[in-house]
């Protein structure tokens, strides 16, 4: 999926315009016991109430793709023959209506999830989507489809208790200290399956929503569909970084970190300006030049790749932004941290002054401390 298949999804999430009739679901304690269950018709309900349901939903489809939103492939021999995929196909195909299916994958999600002393509520909802054919200028041909889209959206959101307030009490015109005993919070976790790939099903795909890009559920993926993820955006970082120190060794200097910094934030300035769909993607190939052309030699940046292609497979395509930080650059030395605006990064420079290690930042004419003007000590008499 792109972004722009997921915001035709999200924008449809409202009681005006989806086709989800109810929602269902369970109350699960910290004893992994369930307490109540959901069966909730949305159209029964407030239209406010119904908006808080959907609302919930749609943040399963909330974060950036390759970072909270995560591919989960299932292989042919699954697809075929094999109890996950049975299940989440049985939930699609009966529109969610047999009780005796979820309660089956409720007791499924809860054996792998493990949410500490926290309760939290499993929510399910199908819905159909008859999606309209696009003209040459993108716009809707209302009226006009030849497909039909089945899927079902799931969401584990944690159950907090409410902070107390102070309320204003009619009846006797006094204010006291409330707060609702229980509050659903966003999701922790969820999928949308199948995927709404070139605007039509992918019965192939299960789109994995986290909130946290660093904690991908494991037992969850494992036990639900029983495939293996790809990285996390942590992972990713994290190994990219550990290729370039351990192979550049001495060689890592702050002139090739800062050169392939400003390369990854362009790929990803560029493709929030042009509005592209797909996530920004650099080559390992390409940040091999990007070395090559900071003057490192031929034999580590071959390194650098053979390692990336171990760690990504080969030939590996990878997000710019599960890679750094693009909204700051900061450079630690001993207990001094100096944080720059990364298309400014190019401002920091090391020098060895008598020996000593020094970093050195053109001061300009304006120098501030915690917003107080200062002058630099010698610079009256300059």
Same mark, same amino acid.
Do not use: W
């Given at each position: ?55 919930? #939903? ?5 974060? $950036? ?130 995927? =709404? ?12 929503? $986290? ?5 991908? %559920?494991?037992? =969850?993926?494992?036990?639900?569909? %029983? ?17 370039? $120190? ?14 392939? %910094? ?12 042009? +509005? ?14 990007? #070395? ?11 390194? =650098?790749?053979?390692?990336?292609? !171990?760690? =990504? ?11 750094? !930080? ?5 450079? +630690?030395?001993?207990?001094? $941290? ?21 970093? #050195? ?22």
């Amino acid at each position: 999926m792109n972004q722009k298949e997921l915001g035709e999804l999200r924008r449809r999430l409202r009681p005006e315009k989806c086709a989800m009739k109810c929602v269902y679901g369970c109350y699960v304690n910290s004893n992994k016991e369930i307490i109540s269950y959901l069966d909730e018709n949305l159209g029964r309900m407030s239209e406010q109430e119904a908006e808080k349901y959907l609302g919930l #939903l749609k943040k399963t489809l909330s974060g $950036t793709l390759g970072k909270n939103l995560i591919d989960i492939v299932f292989s042919t021999e699954q697809v075929m023959d094999s109890d996950e995929y049975r299940l989440l196909s049985a939930l699609r195909e009966s529109e969610l209506k047999s009780g005796e299916i979820r309660e089956e994958f409720y007791h499924k999600v809860i054996d792998s999830l493990d949410m500490g002393d926290m309760n939290y509520v499993i929510l399910l909802a199908y819905d159909v989507y008859d999606v309209p054919n696009r003209g040459g200028d993108s716009e809707d041909r209302r009226g006009e489809s030849d497909s039909v889209y089945r899927y079902i959206l799931c969401g584990v959101c944690p159950v907090k208790n409410g902070k107390m307030e102070l309320g204003y009490f009619a009846g006797e015109n006094e204010f006291h200290s409330c707060a609702p005993e229980q509050i659903v919070a966003a999701p922790e976790l969820g999928f949308l399956f199948p995927t =709404f790939d070139d605007r039509a099903a992918n019965i192939y795909n299960v789109l994995f929503y $986290t909130k946290s890009a660093g904690d991908l %559920h494991q037992d =969850f993926l494992d036990t639900v569909f %029983h495939t293996e993820p790809p990285m996390s955006a942590g992972e990713q970082r994290e190994a990219f970084e550990s290729a370039l $120190t351990g192979a550049l060794a001495g060689s890592c200097r702050l002139e090739v970190v800062q050169a392939i %910094h400003e390369q990854l934030r362009e790929k990803i300035e560029t493709s929030k300006e042009e +509005k592209d769909p797909e996530p920004p993607s650099i080559t390992v190939g390409e940040v091999e030049e990007i #070395l090559l052309r900071q003057g490192v030699v031929p034999e580590q940046a071959e390194a =650098f790749r053979r390692e990336c292609a !171990d760690r =990504f497979g080969e030939n590996a395509s990878l997000n710019p932004e599960n890679l750094i !930080d693009s909204k700051r650059f900061a450079v +630690k030395a001993g207990e001094a $941290t100096v944080t720059v605006e990364p298309s400014c990064s190019y401002l920091v420079e090391t020098r060895i002054i008598d020996g000593v290690k020094y970093l #050195l930042i053109p001061a300009g004419n304006d120098i501030e401390v915690n917003g107080l003007p200062v002058s630099i000590s010698g610079e009256e008499e300059a």
